[in-house]
Structures are given as structure tokens and as C-alpha cells.
């Protein structure tokens, strides 16, 4: 494992609901734009069976994204999770959610890469990213997957919570 892997690492007995950032996270960061002007991205499948691994271990998940367009609301409909979009504050927005489902900041995760993510993710109990994160937002995790964004974050951490 790279040696910017923490080694504390949560389980599910820590966490009630996982925030999760779109770009970055779900997919490699990277957009294909047609001549049209319709965007398309690569999201790993190994996500998706990562999300049904935390669904049916009953952990509430939510996307919440800077983005507004059909890629991410395609993604997220396909993984049955809610998403906010359009998000300009995501402290705000992290409050907001864990307001929704009855969770507390600090039994809340956030899986971000950005500096844009760095509001929500410093306020809950477990700021988490992947491995290609940003290093200002690789200071304030917890705990950092050993993958680059866009090649099954979400199923390493499932992994790693399921034990």
C-alpha cells in the first residue's frame, strides 16, 4: 500500500450515512466532451457493487456534487442513491444532509478529493479521500484509500468498513 495510506480506519459501528463527491470520487476526474457538447465520464462498476455491499449492510449514502448535469444524475439513478446538485457550499450542504437522515456530524463520512470539498469533509468525524486527492485535502483525513479516484474508492472503503 503507498505510504500515504492511514492506518485509522473505520468501521461501520463509526459511520451512519457517506457523503460522497461525484468528480474525483466516482469517477477518474476526467470528462470526454463531444463535439455535440454532451459530456460523458468512466465510473468503475466496482463502485456500484460497493454501494449494494454498504446498502445492504443499511448505511444511508448521498451524493452531493459542484456538478448539475445528466452524467451525474444518470450515475446516481443507476446506484438508487439521492444527490444534491449544484452544491457551492458544501458545509452548508453536509449539515443540511445530515439534518436529513437524523445523523450526527460526527458519525458522518465524507469522501472528497478537492479543495472545494474541504468545507463538508472538515466537519465531519470522517473525512476520507482517495489516494490522488489533493494534499491539502489528504492533511485533514482520516483515513485515505488506497486507490485513485474513479477505480472502486467507494468498494475499497466498503472492504475496509465490512471488514
Keep these: 500500500m503507498p505510504e500515504t495510506v492511514r492506518d485509522i480506519q473505520p468501521t461501520l459501528d463509526d459511520i451512519d450515512l ?15 466532451v463531444s463535439e455535440d457538447g454532451i459530456e460523458h465520464v468512466f465510473c468503475s462498476r466496482a463502485d456500484g457493487l460497493g454501494i449494494d455491499m454498504l446498502r445492504a449492510a443499511n448505511l444511508a449514502m448521498v451524493i452531493v456534487s459542484t456538478e448539475t448535469n445528466k452524467v451525474v444524475a444518470a450515475r446516481a439513478r443507476k446506484l438508487d442513491i439521492p444527490v444534491h446538485f449544484g452544491v457551492r457550499d458544501k458545509s452548508e450542504t453536509t449539515i443540511a444532509v445530515c439534518r436529513e437522515f437524523n ?20 466537519l465531519v468525524g470522517w473525512p476520507i479521500c482517495p489516494v490522488d486527492a489533493h494534499p491539502k485535502v489528504k492533511e ?14 467507494v468498494r475499497h472503503l466498503a472492504d475496509a468498513l465490512l471488514g
Excluded at 105 to 113: Q, V
Design 140 to 153: 485533514i483525513c482520516k483515513f485515505v484509500v488506497a486507490c485513485d479516484g474513479g477505480y472502486g474508492v
Design 18 to 32: 457517506l457523503i460522497m463527491d461525484f468528480d474525483g470520487v466516482l469517477t477518474d476526474n476526467r470528462i470526454l
Design 103 to 122: 445523523c450526527s456530524l460526527e458519525r458522518a463520512a465524507f469522501i472528497g478529493n478537492d479543495i472545494n470539498d474541504l468545507p463538508g469533509m472538515e
